[in-house]
Structures are given as C-alpha cells and as structure tokens.
C-alpha cells in the first residue's frame, strides 16, 4: 500500500491506493466510530460485487453498517435518485456521527458527498473508489454534486472526505469501456502538468488496458499526486484548479447534448481534449507535434477523438453555463505546451464554432 496526502489543514486527509484494502477493517481505522452508523452508498452493479466485503471490514469498527442501493448511471444523478439516499438516512434515524461510504464510480461519489454536505448540514464520508476514472480524479478534491438538465454538476457543494481508498482490485471487473474512460483522465493529468509522465503512458498504455496492477498503481499514483498538490493550493477552484478541467468545456456539452449516459464521462473528455488541443494549436500556442501526440495516445486509450456532429450554436450555448463560464463568456482550458496549460478567457464566439464545425463529425474514434 501506498498513500498521498491531501493537504487542506484540520481537513486534511489520505488517499491509500492497494491491493486488498477494501477487505482490510485496518484500512477504515481512520473513520473508526464504534457507536455509530455506517451507511454505504452504491449502485445495482457495484454493490453485488463489492458490498458485503466492504460492510464485513466496517462491522469492526461500526455500531451499523446500512446500504443504500442506487440505480447505476449517468442519467440517474439527479434530484429523484438522491432522495433515496437521504430517505434511507432519515428512516434509519442516522445523527451527525453516521458516515457514508461511497462505493463506486464518479456518479455515486458525487452523489454520496452531496448527500454528505447536506444532510444535517454535514457529516463525514468516505469514498471508495471502484473505477479508474473515480480513482484517479472525481474521488480526490472534494467537489460533490448533482446534474441539472441544463448543465453538468451545476449543483453541488465542495465538502472533502475524511479518507480516500482506491483499492487497485476493485479495477478487474470494470468493463473495457468504463477503463478507456478513466484513461482520459489519467491522460489528462499527464497533458496539463507531467510531460515526463505523459511519455510514460505512451509506453505503457496496453499495460493499463490489460489491467497490469504495477502500472495501474503507479498511474493512479501519479494522478492522485498532481491533484493532490492542486487541490492543496486551490480548494475551491478559484484559479488553478480550474486548469485541472482541460477538455471538460467541451466534454460536459457533449454529455448534456447527447443525454447523460450515452456517451461516458471519460469518452466525452478524450473528444474534448483532442478539441482543446485543436484550439490550443489554432491560437498559435502549441506545436501539432503534441498534438499528434495527444490524439494518437487518447485513439490508443480506446476513445473517441472527435465530438459529434450537432449544431455549433447548440454547442455554444451548453458550454456557456459551464462553471468555468464567467457572466456568459466561455473560458476554455488550453495547452501551452505538453505538461503545460492555462486559462483562455472570453475566447472569441467566432473562432470556437469555426473548430467545432471542423471536429464535429461523427465517429468514436
């Protein structure tokens, strides 16, 4: 096992990435409250899986260990399905020392912390990570939320965990198209802020597809460092945590465009990210070489590299109330070379519907 500390003062935490950890009660001894109740928050297709592993380790050191079983995807991280987490709660009688476990990907971490940060005004929570995706980025940080129709994690709450617990196992019975999604992100890391570690993973991108645990830990590693560090010097996203969102402008339109759950979170992020590079050579600050590079290693990843084909107006009008949009005026994160990225603020209308119009075509990958 191996571990990276998030530092945010008296709410400062540990993520444990392993082997084995989610079957370990020792793993949890941080969260230890013999007197109070344990919920854990999964899905129908986690929680057969993992939940009764996970319920026996806390069973040492929790009064109760209650379940909450949510419908899995992206279309049900909504208002509806959040309620239940909160009735469970409620019916259940839980106070301000219950703690929720999120196990899971990206959706029930988000949805577990929300309800978290809400309920009682605040109580303590757990993620624990079961895809790449979650491991890597949306389980670190702590920004929580739902999805509005109109826009991506539009509500939610920052509220950090007490622990992290990537358990590197967890990672056998992902689908091959869930792992391609959380490679984007894992690429995503290395485009903004590591070149070294993006030279990496052009060497050893089939070891991840073939689920080799070495190279899964480190890259997980790797990622949870770099947000870590980001996090640390930028908790709200103020400034430069912001830059951690290269791809998502255009991403997130593609999720809201195409109905949440068509595309994967991580499948829309790979498009964008080609785009934003796109937009990053078109602005004169990055060479097509890293280009090429970016688009061949998100293509090797198994993702698509184009967004589809939609009116650039429809475009435009999504990624306008994007968070990262300020009064209206779309901001895009771009690259100024390979491990480097910044802000474009109000980014000219013109020019972003003219490279839309020239990348919007069908095709994943």
């Not at 990055?286 to 061949?296: K, P, Q």
Request: hydrophobic content about 45%; charged content about 20%; some cysteine.
């Amino acid at each position: 096992m191996t571990s990276v500390r998030v530092e945010l003062g008296s709410r400062s935490y540990d993520i444990l990435i392993g082997s084995g950890l989610l079957r370990q009660s020792s793993t949890f001894a941080p969260v230890e409250r013999p007197r109070a109740s344990a919920l854990i928050v999964s899905n129908t297709t986690v929680a057969p899986l993992y939940a009764q592993a996970l319920e026996q380790s806390l069973r040492e050191r929790f009064a109760r260990v209650l379940h909450c079983v949510l419908p899995d995807g992206e279309q049900y991280k909504d208002w509806r399905t959040l309620n239940q987490v909160f009735d469970t709660l409620l019916e259940q009688h839980c106070d301000r020392r219950s703690v929720l476990f999120a196990l899971g990907g990206g959706v029930i971490g988000d949805m577990a912390g929300f309800a978290a940060a809400c309920y009682m005004r605040g109580v303590a929570f757990v993620q624990v990570p079961t895809t790449l995706l979650a491991q890597v980025d949306s389980s670190v940080g702590g920004k929580t939320g739902i999805n509005h129709p109109a826009g991506k994690n539009m509500i939610g709450a920052f509220h950090q965990p007490r622990l992290v617990v990537a358990d590197i196992d967890t990672l056998r019975s992902l689908p091959a198209r869930e792992l391609s999604a959380g490679l984007a992100e894992v690429i995503k890391h290395g485009a903004i802020a590591d070149a070294e570690f993006f030279a990496w993973l052009e060497h050893n991108m089939e070891a991840l597809r073939a689920l080799d645990p070495a190279a899964l830990s480190h890259a997980v590693r790797r990622c949870c460092e770099i947000k870590a560090e980001v996090v640390a010097r930028d908790e709200t996203e103020s400034g430069a945590r912001a830059l951690l969102n290269f791809g998502h402008t255009f991403g997130h339109a593609v999720e809201a465009a195409m109905g949440y759950g068509s595309w994967l979170h991580g499948e829309a992020v790979g498009a964008g990210m080609v785009v934003a590079a796109e937009l990053s050579v078109q602005r004169g600050l990055l060479g097509r070489e890293v280009l090429r590079r970016l688009r061949e290693l998100v293509q090797r990843a198994g993702l698509p590299v184009r967004v589809p084909e939609l009116p650039v107006g429809r475009y435009l009008e999504l990624m306008r109330v994007d968070k990262k949009a300020e009064a209206g005026e779309i901001r895009y994160v771009v690259l100024d070379g390979l491990g480097s990225a910044r802000l474009l603020p109000a980014a000219d209308a013109a020019a972003s519907a003219a490279l839309l119009a020239h990348g919007a075509t069908p095709g994943a990958a």
